[in-house]
């Protein structure tokens, strides 16, 4: 592509109304942010418990540079495997109730990488329409027949795995909080089906480790899944407050991966102060269930006031709550109108959710004071359009 293709390309994208640019953000990630120079409340973060700027993530990470260095020098099967990766695996593991755990370096490279190694020709990928984009990629990637059922629909869901009835490896893979509408995955009958028809599950807990069960494992431990679903995923960067990704489930799907996952064989290994502070999340989000009460107290509140304003909202499962708007830029202006009232609100359009359902996504916080949702509320009112 030539520089004039940009150009042509960038200005089609800018005609849609899709263009996108990246804000600033010029202090640490709390409820309050100063972005452009500007300061807002922020509710357009994956940091929900509010431990991104934690005292204890910061101290371990920082003993772990003391102690081991900044660089991990090599991938993990050269010799960047260190002992604190294989402590967070552990860690992992026992959080998560699970044999075995393995680290990636983020949730992107885990979700493309593991669908990949796990289906091929032959086998048979099955995908809610609503799944992230690093679920689509590995689809793609894995070569096997992906077959994309209606967001959440076992019905069609169960007519797919009909059709893969002759299939050497049938896979469901599915996120269990999803991450633009914040609703839950019906994952007991998913469950369920892939019993009934032989096939594994693969669930995607970015949004929803650190949020839901009692000691924040996720909403696979809250429903008692733990043993049925064979592939659990999630990330560290968004409750838990750092970065990265991992993978639970059996010593043999670890052993798997290790021997075969592109993503994972072909990078340099995460850096100890990451690992680090990894393991001082876990142990906070163990320690604290306080901070999930909060967090869902903060949720109610604030959609209770939304729906006082009447402002649509469907179900709210999670800490994400979908403003639906539908066209692109109408939602970008409510996100600006919100913006210059002090309230960030992120908008967000196709192709990242479908066409015609442009919305703002609105995450709350356990760290939002009671005054940040009612100076937030407020700036809601008053950008609110007349019916
Ligand atoms: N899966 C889901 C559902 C996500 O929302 C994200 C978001 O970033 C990812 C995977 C990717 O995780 P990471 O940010 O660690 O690459």
């Known amino acids: 592509m030539s520089q004039s293709l940009f150009e042509t390309e960038l200005e089609q994208i800018k005609a849609a109304g899709l263009y996108r640019h990246l804000r600033r953000v010029e202090n640490d990630q709390g409820p309050t942010l100063r972005l452009d120079g500007r300061e807002v409340i922020n509710f357009s973060s994956n940091n929900y418990l509010g ?42 593991a026992e959080f998560k109730g699970t044999e075995a755990a393995l680290v990636f370096n983020s949730g992107f490279q885990a979700n493309s990488g593991i669908l990949a190694t796990l289906a091929g020709e032959g086998d048979v ?105 064979q592939v659990q995923m999630g990330t560290l960067g968004k409750a838990l407050g750092g970065f990265g990704a991992y993978v639970a489930g059996s010593a043999a799907l670890r052993e798997f991966l290790i021997n075969r996952c592109r993503s994972f064989i072909f990078t340099t290994a995460l850096p100890p102060a990451v690992m680090a502070m990894a393991v001082a999340a876990i142990d906070l989000v163990r320690r604290e269930p306080e901070r999930r009460e909060q967090l869902f107290c903060n949720c109610r509140r604030f959609e209770e006031g ?45 192709p ?32 609110k359009e007349p019916a």
């Open 125 to 229: 990928i099955l995908s809610d329409s609503l799944n992230h984009a690093s679920i689509i990629d590995g689809c793609r990637l894995s070569r096997a027949k992906t077959i994309v059922y209606e967001h959440g629909d076992l019905d069609q869901l169960e007519a797919g795995l009909d059709q893969a009835a002759g299939a050497r490896c049938k896979l469901i893979v599915t996120e269990s909080i999803f991450s633009m509408d914040g609703d839950q995955a019906p994952l007991r009958e998913i469950v369920e089906l892939a019993e009934k028809n032989g096939a594994m599950v693969m669930v995607d807990e970015a949004h929803a480790t650190g949020v839901f069960a009692d000691n924040g494992a996720g909403l696979v431990a809250r429903l008692g899944l733990g043993d049925r679903v």
């Open 306 to 350: 939304l729906r006082d304003l009447g402002f649509p909202l469907g179900t709210c499962d999670s800490p994400i709550v979908p403003l639906i708007i539908g066209d692109a830029e109408k939602t970008m202006g409510l996100s600006e109108r919100l913006l210059a009232k002090g309230v960030f609100a992120q908008g967000i359009r196709p």
């Open 51 to 92: 431990i991104a700027n934690h005292p204890d993530l910061a101290a371990a990470a920082k003993d772990a540079i003391d102690r081991y260095g900044c660089g991990s020098g090599a991938s993990r099967l050269i010799s960047g495997n260190m002992t604190l990766h294989e402590q967070l695996e552990q860690r992992l």
């Open 352 to 383: 990242t959710v479908p066409l015609g359902t442009s919305r703002l996504r609105i995450t709350l916080m356990a760290t939002h004071t009671q005054e940040h949702i009612g100076k937030a509320l407020d700036a809601f009112k008053e950008v």
